[in-house]
């Protein structure tokens, strides 16, 4: 199966920062990869479709990067509705989808 | 408009058998693949698998092997999970979705509400 590394696991951040958040797939997988926010209670939303693609109604502050095996999602001007867990999924392997580890973003 | 809606929340003892179910409206059913999620307290979203309604083939990850069963009803567009030998780790919100607009790369833009399964 492919791994996908999510790094910071967690992060402490203040409304109008500046949030990167890095996946790193085991092997190529080209751009098969997607972005989602996930609050308790609420099924996940997609943000980022094919590593860079904005879904429609996502804010505009929302924005991801890389191909290959390095990924990133930033989110310029972090805003209170944005504290939230985040995770990549890969899709390259259709018969084997796996997702990064998470990362909880948590007000400094 | 896509709708996907699950069955309520189940609350089950240790070994029993779960099904979940996932009535999808607004669409080809058998177009797309519909995949199964879960986020158990304390840990991250997990992918179970997913089944063709149109070919009725599945795919399940490791974790799973043996232990689940994916099904659809074409006639009423409605997609099934079973889990069985329920144990506490199986304790999760359990999530159908689907990869609508963006099938070609596989992003799940379609998601049910959840369904909370115990198990204790």
């Known amino acids: 199966d492919i791994q996908m590394t999510q790094s910071p696991s967690s992060l402490s951040a203040s409304v109008g920062d500046r949030v990167t958040i890095t996946c790193r797939a085991s092997q190529s997988i080209n751009n098969y990869l997607s972005w989602y926010q996930y609050k308790p209670g609420k099924a996940p939303r997609l943000l980022i479709y094919a590593a860079s693609g904005l879904e429609s109604g996502v804010p505009s502050r929302f924005s991801g990067s890389g191909s290959g095996t390095d990924f990133t999602l930033t989110i310029s001007g972090l805003q209170p509705d944005d504290f939230a867990s985040y995770y990549c999924l890969q899709t390259y392997n259709s018969a084997r989808l796996t997702f990064g580890g998470g990362t909880r973003v948590e007000i400094k | 408009q896509v709708h996907l809606v699950q069955s309520g929340a189940e609350v089950k003892k240790p070994g029993a058998s779960l099904r979940v179910s996932c009535k999808a409206s607004?669409?080809?059913?058998?177009?797309?693949?519909m995949n199964w999620v879960r986020q158990a307290p304390g840990h991250g979203l997990e992918w179970i698998g997913r089944?063709?309604?149109?070919?009725?083939?599945?795919d399940y990850a490791e974790n799973f092997q043996g232990r689940v069963t994916m099904t659809t009803d074409t006639s009423t567009g409605t997609a099934f999970l079973d889990l069985n030998s329920l144990r506490s780790g199986d304790t999760a919100v359990y999530y159908c979705?689907?990869?609508?607009?963006?099938?070609?790369?596989?992003?799940?833009?379609?998601w049910g509400q959840g369904t909370q399964v115990i198990v204790s």
């Open positions: 979705a689907m990869a609508g607009h963006h099938y070609l790369k596989g992003s799940l833009d379609y």
């Open positions: 607004g669409y080809s059913f058998t177009s797309y693949d």
């Open positions: 089944v063709n309604p149109h070919r009725g083939s599945t």
